[in-house]
């Protein structure tokens, strides 16, 4: 997408150029020159964008790093999260059992409504 924009920018330069060409009469460059430009400006940008995505994923190892050398030094800690994920699983088991057990009412209304409907495609 960089080199998208890039070629767009240097497109416009040269239409720029080429109508200052038709008004005062300065020539614009030639094309291979501006493309030799151009090029060179986009590898530029991706050497820069290659360097910040290895930046990116070296303090991502870093940190990575850290997390480990934490969890080594305490294993108390994981255990306590993992018991706590668990009984937040219970929980919104046992609440969503009693969310279908409460609708019963509701249920039946709805058994009824299925029977109206089967009888409306019998009649028909």
Same mark, same amino acid.
């Given at each position: 997408?960089?080199?998208?924009?890039?070629?767009?920018?240097?497109?416009?330069?040269?239409?720029?150029?080429?109508?200052?060409?038709?008004?005062?009469?300065?020539?614009?460059?030639?094309?291979?020159?501006?493309?030799?430009?151009?090029?060179?400006?986009?590898?530029?940008?991706?050497?820069?964008?290659?360097?910040?995505?290895?930046?990116?994923?070296?303090?991502?190892?870093?940190?990575?790093?850290?997390?480990?050398?934490? =969890? %080594?030094? /305490? +294993?108390? *800690?994981?255990?306590?999260?993992?018991? !706590?994920? #668990? &009984?937040? @699983? $219970?929980?919104?088991?046992?609440?969503?059992?009693? =969310? %279908?057990? /409460? +609708?019963? *009412?509701?249920?039946?209304?709805?058994? !009824?409504? #299925? &029977?109206? @409907? $089967?009888?409306?495609?019998?009649?028909?």
């Amino acid at each position: 997408s960089s080199r998208v924009l890039w070629t767009l920018a240097v497109t416009q330069f040269q239409v720029e150029e080429r109508l200052n060409f038709y008004a005062t009469g300065t020539e614009p460059r030639k094309n291979q020159e501006v493309m030799s430009q151009a090029m060179a400006a986009a590898s530029e940008v991706a050497a820069a964008q290659a360097a910040a995505a290895a930046d990116k994923k070296k303090k991502k190892k870093e940190k990575k790093a850290k997390k480990e050398e934490a =969890a %080594e030094d /305490t +294993p108390a *800690a994981p255990a306590e999260e993992t018991s !706590e994920k #668990k &009984k937040k @699983k $219970k929980r919104t088991a046992e609440e969503a059992e009693i =969310a %279908e057990a /409460t +609708p019963e *009412a509701d249920g039946a209304a709805e058994g !009824e409504k #299925k &029977k109206k @409907k $089967k009888k409306k495609s019998e009649s028909s």
